[in-house]
C-alpha cells in the first residue's frame, strides 16, 4: 500500500506545481558575517543555520546589530509561472530590515537601501516591501534555485521579519509605472513599461465643489521598455484629475489621481507688516535670540522702542540680542519702516521664569531628509527661511533630528558630531546672528530611533555640550531607552518620567534656555506630567506621515479629549508638519496629501495651539506651501497668547467643528469636512451646533475677508476656517 501511496503523492504535488501561480518559501539558511562567495549558486551552506522569514533574526535568538548577515532561500520555481504573463519573474520578498542586495543563481538582481560603506552612505528600508523582476533566463525551471540575499541591519532587531517570501507573476504594477503631477496649468501622465504591452488609458476631471465630472477621455496605448509616454491634459485650480490604466494584454488596473493646488491666502502688501508673536518669554540672564517678523519689500529698517538695559537690535537685521537680570514685563514697539510706509507693533517681552509663552515655530530636519541629514541640508534650509521669507512669519528655530551623531564618542566621553556636520557650533552661530536658534535631537537610551549614539549615562555632559554648541531646542526621543525600561519591573508613571526628569534637571542648569521636548509618543499620558518636567511641549502620538489616514488619527482622533494640558509654556506635540516636499530620505517628493488636506492640516495645528515644525526642505518651497504656511491671521491662531488648546465642539454627519477662544475676544473655528464628497455646510446652521449667534459676516481666515455667513460647499477632507468676533 505504502509503495502506492508515496508515488502518487508525488505525482500529485509534482501536477500541482505544474500548474502552480506562485510558491512560498518560510525558511532559509541564515549566516552572520559577509563574504562575496556566499552570493554564488553552487556554495555549500549546509552548515548554516535554518530561519524563519517571517520574524526577525532577534525573536530566533540572533543578536547582530549594525552588521551583516546572509540568507540563502532554496527554492523550485515552477515552469508553469512562465505561462498567461508577462516573461518576467517575480521576486516578491516583503520588508527587509534594514538593506538588501539580492542574487538568483549567482545573477544580480536589485538592491534596497544603502549600506554604511556605500557612497551615499547608510540608507535604511526597513519597512520597504522588496519586489524583484528576474530576467527568465536566470532561473532554473522545475529545479532547485537559490536566492542569496545579503543584509546590513542598523541596530536591532535584523533581516527578513513580515511574511514568506513568495516567487510569482509580476502584477501590473510590477512591469508599469504611472506618476500623475502637476505642472503650472497641467497635469502630466508617465506611463513606464519593464516588458512590451498596451492598454487602455482614461482620465476624468472631477470639481471639488460640485462632485460633477467633466471632460472624460479614453486613448489606447503602445507600451514598450525602452519609452516612456507621457500624456498630459490642461488642468484648473483645485480640480481633481482622475487616471486609470487598464493593462489589455496581461491585465491590472492601475489608478492615480491629482488634485491642483490652490492658493487662498491673498498676498503680503509691500509696506511692512508685523507677522509674528506678541510676546517673547525668556529667563532672567539668559541669552534673548528673537528675530522681528516683519514682511513688506526690502531693503528694511527696524527699531524697538522700549528696550531695556542689556538687549541691543541689529537695526538692519531685526535681531533682538542681549539679556535682562531683572524678572518682569517689559512692553516695547517693534517698528519696521520700508520705501512704503512704517508699521509699528505693541509687543511684550516677559523675563520670568516661562519660555515658549506661544508654541514653536520652525523647521526639522526629519521629515524631509530622514538619516540622509547633513549641515549642508540644514543650513540650506535655514537660508531659504530667510531668503524665502519664512522667517518674516515668526518661524525661528532649526532643528537637526536623528543622524548627527558621530559613532563614537570623544576620549572625554563627550558626545560629536560625524562627518556630516563639520562645524555645529559655526551652525548654531550663524543662526544665532540671524536670529535663528538651533535645535538638536537625542534619547535618554544608549541608541536613538536610527541606531546612532544617545544619552545614556551622559546626561550632563551632553547638556553642557549642547551649552556650548549654542543649543536652544532639545528634541528628546525614548527610543533606546525601552531597553533600560524593560530590564526594570517598573511599571509606574515614575518609570515613565525619571530619564526625562534627570535630563531636565542638567538642561535648567545651563546659562541658556533650552526648549525641552519630550518625544515618547504619548505614553503614561504625558500630557498629565510634562509640565512636572518643565517640558515646553511633549509628542501626543507616533510618527506622523503624509496620508489622509495618519493626519485623520493624529490630528482629529488622538487630540480630542487633550486641550486641558496645553498652555503658555508647554504644550502638546501632534508631530511635525508633512507639507511641501517631504521624504524621510534622500529622495524627495511632494507630501501625499491633497492641497484641501494641507489646508485643514494647517489650520487644524494652529487651532490645536501645536508645534509649528515644518518638516519639508524649505530651499524647495512652491507658492501652494508658502501660501499654506505665511498666512499671517491662520498663525496669528496658533500664536494666540491665550494659548487655549481648541475643543471640539461638534462631530455630525462627518462635519467636525473645532474651536478655540482668543486674546481679543473672538473665537477661531475650523469647520472640517471629513466625508469622502463635498458638503455644503450653512455658516449660521454650524455656528447654532456651539450655541452661538451667527453675526452677519464672519472673517475667513485663509481668504483674509469677511464672509456673509451663509451656505459654503467644503471640499471632501477640507476646512473653513473662520473668526468670530460677537462682541465687537
Ligand atoms: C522617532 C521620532 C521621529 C524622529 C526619529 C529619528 O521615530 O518619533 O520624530 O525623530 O525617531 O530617528
Redesign the pocket.
Known sequence: MKKLIIPTLLLLLNLLMAQAQEVMVSEARFCKGDDPAYQKAGFDDSSWQVLSLEKDWVQQGVRNPDSYAWYRIHVVIPSSLKKGSTDLVLLDLGPIDDTDETWLNGHFVGKSGSNPDDPEGYVSKWNTPRRYLVDPKTVRWDKENVIAVRVYNGGDPGGFFERPVRIGKPAVNDFVSLSLTGEKDACRLVLKAAVKTSGIVEMKVTNPLTAESGLAQMRPVRLSPKQETVLSWPVEEQQLVSVTYRDEKYGGVLSASYAAPYILTPPAPVTPRYNGPLVFGVRPGSPIIFRLAFSGERPMKYAVEGLPDGVSLDPSKGVLSGSVAEKGDYPLVLVATNAHGEARQAFTLKVGDKIALTPPMGW?S??CW??SVSQEKVMSSAAALINRGLADYGYSYINV???WEAEERAADGSIVCNEKFPDMKGLGDWLHANGLKLGI?SSPGDR?????LGTLGHEQQDAETWNAWGVDYL?Y?W?GYSKVFNAQADRSTAAYVRPYLKMQEYLRQQPRDIFYSL?Q?GMANVWTWGHAVDANSW?TT??ITDTWQSLYNIGFERQTKLYPYAGPGHWNDP??LVVGKVGWSDHLRDSRLTPDEQYTHITLWSLLAANMLIGCDIAQIDDFTFNLLCNNEVNAVNQDILGIQAHRDSDQDGIQIWSRPLADGCIAIGIFNLNEDPVPVNLTEALARMHLIAPPTVRDLWRQEDIPATTYVIPSHGVRFIKLCPCL
Open positions: 526639522n526629519w521629515n530622514g538619516l533630528d536623528d543622524a535631537y536613538t530611533c536610527g541606531g546612532y528634541k526621543d527610543c518625544c509618543y509628542r507616533g510618527d508631530d511635525m
